[in-house]
């Protein structure tokens, strides 16, 4: 087996998309029923799901996205309408959460160091939540 999709239940799946669509560079390519698509792309899909209840808690599985400056695409997170998540501060990941409030992570490219807990050290020179 191998992951083909990657679906996000939403309220509201036509914002959110907007929002992923801007955030990943990948054009919304259809509307299906309760799911609106982004773009496939190396093999994976990115869907959402209209559902009735809103997200509560924290969640069980989320995206690490890569980039060369985290602080840059904090800004253009909340720009889009996201926000930081400080709560998570002290592990040293800079957790963001999309208009909806599902997590993810904001990493550098290649390689970060992490201690014995698993805590990070990147977020140094990244800026506090606006």
């Known amino acids: 087996m191998d992951i083909n999709c990657v679906i996000v239940d939403s309220v509201d799946p036509?914002?959110?998309a907007?929002?992923?669509?801007?955030?990943?560079d990948?054009?919304?390519?259809?509307?299906?029923?309760?799911?609106v698509w982004l773009k496939?792309?190396?093999?994976l899909g990115v869907g959402f799901q209209r559902t009735d209840g809103s997200?509560?808690?924290?969640?069980?599985?989320?995206?690490?996205?890569?980039?060369?400056?985290?602080a840059a695409e904090q800004a253009r997170v909340e720009a889009l309408g996201g926000r930081r998540l400080t709560e998570y501060d002290p592990?040293?990941?800079?957790v963001m959460a999309d208009p909806e409030g599902n997590e993810?992570?904001?990493i550098p490219r290649g390689s970060f160091e992490l201690d014995d807990e698993g805590n990070a050290d990147?977020?140094?020179?990244?800026?506090?939540?606006?």
């Open 55 to 70: 997200k509560a808690g924290k969640n069980r599985l989320h995206l690490d996205l890569e980039s060369e400056d985290p």
């Open 91 to 94: 592990g040293g990941f800079l």
């Open 14 to 16: 036509d914002r959110l």
């Open 104 to 106: 993810f992570c904001i």
């Open 26 to 35: 990948r054009p919304v390519t259809g509307r299906i029923g309760p799911y």
């Open 122 to 130: 990147y977020l140094t020179d990244a800026p506090e939540a606006t």
């Open 40 to 43: 496939r792309r190396n093999g």
């Open 18 to 24: 907007a929002f992923w669509s801007e955030l990943l």
